[in-house]
């Protein structure tokens, strides 16, 4: 059984009309106590997926998650990596003679949080998104009481990577990891 829910009512619309019986759907806003606490507690795992960027305040979120896990629950999310995919990143090249090209990631700003809009289309309006640290998300966790049980960053294998680069340029993403995973569970009393 799933629960599913986001703040946006046509999203919740779109995902409604896709007719999966197994999925209660709902609008509540993740920075509001009051409507992740209108869930029922003892939910196996919360999963957040790649949201949490979008989210401008994300301690109300962290301190509720351990009264709805279960004892053993996860709170498993995603996001794009904040130290490599932050609204400061700028892709610097260089054309060296005798190897060719060569790529680097040259950033501004990591540590201190920040909102920025991103890029859109002529006439849309641009979405805001929320950069932190890893730190400073994570012990939003830490305060409400989780411990880190799982951690991984992913990258792009050299081999799925496409063929031809947009303009013929761009970095190797094979050892940059683009998204980090982390897996958070309620603290165990010793």
Known sequence: HVTA????PSMIERARSRGVDRIDYSVADATSEQDLLAYESGYDCVHCGMALFDIVDVGPFFEVMPRL???HGRLVFSLMHPRFNNPSIRFVGERYDDSGERYSMQVERYMSSYSQRGLSKVGLK????FHRSLTDLL???FQAGLVISGFEERAFSAEGEPRSKP???GPT???I???VVIRMEPGRTL
């Open 5 to 8: 829910f986001d703040f946006s």
């Open 69 to 71: 896990l279960k004892a």
């Open 126 to 129: 641009s979405h805001l998104y």
């Open 139 to 141: 012990q939003q966790g």
């Open 167 to 169: 303009l013929s340029w």
């Open 173 to 175: 993403f094979s050892e």
């Open 177 to 179: 990891p683009a998204v």
